[in-house]
Nanobody, 120 residues
Framework: QVQLVESAGGLVQAGGSLRLSCAAS????????MGWYRQAPGKQRELVAD???????NYADSVKGRFTISRDNAKNTVYLQMNSLKPEDTAVYYC??????????????WGKGTLVTVSS
């Protein structure tokens, strides 16, 4: 069994910063890509950023230059540093991991989500 547990989000003023973390635990053999998605009210879930095991990153255009994704492979943890936050960044943020479990088999796993609210 695999769990992804996100840190708490929170309420932050526009222009502020927030750092999210997500730790994967359980019967993990290896983790390929890890990433962050978000879903705003009334909108579809969208990719925010992802990072491969080798450290290659990919960002949504809307967050480039403001958000930074990183990971600690030894801790099976991915981070999202969010700077210069805007009200339109308000959403539930979900952690995701493409991983292989012990005994074989690969699939995507998701965290339960954490709410980030940016006030104007």
């Amino acid at each position: 069994q695999v769990q992804l547990v996100e840190s708490a989000g929170g309420l932050v003023q526009a222009g502020g910063s927030l750092r999210l973390s997500c730790a994967a635990s359980g019967s993990i053999f290896s983790i390929n890509a890890m990433g962050w998605y978000r879903q705003a009210p009334g909108k579809q879930r969208e990719l925010v950023a992802d990072i491969t095991s080798g450290g290659n990153t990919n960002y949504a255009d809307s967050v480039k230059g403001r958000f930074t994704i990183s990971r600690d492979n030894a801790k099976n943890t991915v981070y999202l540093q969010m700077n210069s936050l805007k009200p339109e960044d308000t959403a539930v943020y979900y952690c995701a991991a493409d991983l292989t479990v012990l005994g074989g088999g690969s699939m995507d796993y998701w965290g339960k989500g954490t709410l980030v609210t940016v006030s104007s």
